[in-house]
């Protein structure tokens, strides 16, 4: 199956940094790829649809001067959380469907702790 | 908007076969797809049904009714590792998205 990486799988960071999340698809190209918060014990939340060479498409109640996404590329799109505050702890996950496909695949998910 | 609802827990013995429903309100759609997820893990894509009717993929099993805006995934001779989270999954409107249901935490007992 066609495989999505993940970067970095953890990461801690003090409040008020910004801390950047990449997702690579690396054996299809990707023009959209979904990014997702996810709590514990939650469902997935969508929080934006990423396009290569366009503006990402941010779900209701997402700030997006918050959540910046780049989608620079047919394989790569980062998400970065500026100002990190503690309640944006969360586990993020990117996904990404083959064109012509149905079958989502995920990356490894980036557990973000802001302490 | 997005609804797709599921039952939060389900428990189930070793052996048996449970049913997960998923109700969906989609404003669009293009299909239901099942995606198991383990503790800590990213979810694995299960199955998609874009037609009415039963989709089996070995133990598993889908089905969709779209006059009924309903779905549900069949697990068959359960095993331990069956115990995990499963969604149900549909795109809406321009199908630029991937909208979850709320989840069932399946839990398969000795």
């Known amino acids: 199956g066609a495989v999505v990486s993940q970067h970095p799988s953890r990461v801690i960071c003090k409040s008020g940094t910004s801390v950047k999340i990449e997702c690579r698809s690396l054996?299809?190209?990707?023009?959209?790829m979904f990014w997702y918060r996810q709590f514990p014990k939650q469902s997935l939340m969508l929080m934006a649809t990423s396009n290569e060479g366009s503006k990402a498409t941010y779900e209701q109640g997402v700030e997006k001067d918050k959540f910046l996404i780049n989608h620079a590329s047919l394989t790569l799109s980062t998400l970065t959380v500026t100002s990190a505050h503690p309640e944006d702890s969360s586990f993020y996950i990117c996904s990404a469907i083959r064109g012509g496909g149905t079958e989502a695949f995920f990356g490894q998910g980036t557990r973000l702790t802001v302490v | 908007g997005q609804s797709l609802e599921q039952p939060s827990e389900v428990t189930a013995v070793e052996g048996a076969i449970v049913q997960i429903n998923c109700t969906y309100q989609?404003?669009?759609?293009?299909?239901l797809s099942w995606y198991q997820q383990h503790d800590g893990g990213a979810p694995t894509f299960l199955s998609y049904?874009?037609?009415?009717g039963l989709e089996e993929t070995g133990r598993f099993s889908s089905f969709l009714s779209r006059s009924d805006s309903y779905g549900y995934l069949l697990l068959q001779e359960l095993q331990m590792k069956d115990s995990a989270s499963y969604f149900c999954?549909?795109?809406?409107?321009?199908?630029?998205?991937?909208?979850f249901g709320t989840g069932t935490r399946l839990t398969v007992i000795p």
């Open positions: 054996d299809f190209q990707a023009t959209t």
């Open positions: 999954a549909a795109r809406g409107t321009g199908a630029n998205n991937l909208f």
């Open positions: 049904n874009a037609l009415d």
């Open positions: 989609t404003s669009g759609f293009y299909g």
